[in-house]
């Protein structure tokens, strides 16, 4: 057996630009020889990716699947909305989809299992896409919920395929009511939730302490020589709008105005037959949070033009 030594990943890595565990891994298969590293690298489409992974991405598909009394959501970035468009890339997005629920939430899990159907894993075939299309991509995240009684509703917005969009929502709902009639509502949260970018929490209570402290130094600021116990009856007051804004049973429920979603909950309760509650809630749109570069035109034809 050929010993791996370290000058050798070094010079792999070096000539190549692949990881280190690529590099140890392609010398192993290939008996230590550097050439057949490289080639082996390029067949797996390690090296066409390394070059491009500093690439933003920002685009792609949310894709997501319901089982019952569970759910899985991921979001795999691309670099352009026409990838999102290749059947290609669609059906490996369906496929990371149908076993996140395995990963439990878990991202580096998720990638490090098998790709369905394939002796790949999922992200040695996110690497191979990427030698064939050409742009980075990378499965960003994944969550899953469920219910030990109840249903799990899903919705998406600006579908592109069966299972796959641009904004991606599970809702489970606790009950021991009418499945059917409890799907239907939790169908119509989960296109609340769809349409509510501002939402942070169930309720006040799950709003984050720093969320909350942020808040209070705000209005702190705004009432600034006001006596302390003033201040508090204020923020606390302050809280009630903060909530309809940003807690979801609070909010004006979209579907009917004339309620919150937590009275929309309670009226519901009749037609379901049971208490309903919502035990969890995802909600992915995609890209957010990802800084996408932008570039000065007028400085990219000085560029072009030697200036």
Do not use: W
């Not at 169908?187 to 984050?208: C, R």
């Not at 804004?245 to 309620?259: A, G």
């Amino acid at each position: 057996m050929t010993d791996i030594t370290a000058s050798m990943v070094k010079e792999l890595r070096e000539r190549s630009g692949a990881g280190m565990m690529d590099c140890k891994k392609a010398l192993g298969e290939t008996k230590g020889n550097i050439e057949e590293a490289i080639d082996y690298l390029r067949k797996k489409g390690i090296i066409k990716a390394g070059s491009k992974s500093g690439r933003v991405a920002a685009e792609g598909l949310i894709g997501l699947i319901g089982e019952g009394r569970s759910g899985a959501i991921v979001e795999v970035n691309a670099e352009t909305d026409f990838v999102a468009r290749n059947d290609k890339f669609q059906d490996m997005v369906r496929k990371i989809a149908s076993v996140a629920p395995q990963a439990k939430g878990d991202v580096a899990k998720l990638v490090a299992m098998k790709y369905p159907n394939s002796a790949l894993t999922i992200d040695e075939t996110v690497k191979e896409m990427i030698a064939t299309i050409g742009e980075n991509m990378n499965t960003r995240r994944t969550a899953v919920v469920s219910v030990t009684d109840g249903v799990v509703a899903d919705y998406l917005h600006n579908k592109v395929a069966d299972s796959l969009g641009k904004i991606g929502v599970l809702v489970a709902l606790e009950s021991k009511g009418d499945k059917p009639t409890l799907f239907e509502l939790g169908k119509q949260i989960a296109m609340h939730v769809a349409a509510s970018p501002t939402l942070i929490a169930l309720d006040i209570a799950g709003v984050p302490a720093d969320v909350l402290a942020r808040e209070k130094a705000i209005l702190a600021e705004k009432n600034q020589g006001k006596k302390p116990e003033v201040l508090e009856k204020i923020f606390q007051s302050s809280l009630k709008s903060f909530a309809k804004e940003h807690c979801l049973l609070d909010q004006v429920f979209v579907i009917d105005p004339s309620k919150s979603v937590g009275q929309a909950l309670k009226d519901a309760e009749g037609r379901v037959g049971a208490p309903v509650a919502i035990a969890s809630y995802v909600r992915y749109a995609l890209g957010e949070g990802i800084e996408k570069a932008t570039e000065d035109f007028a400085e990219e034809v000085k560029k072009a033009g030697g200036a």
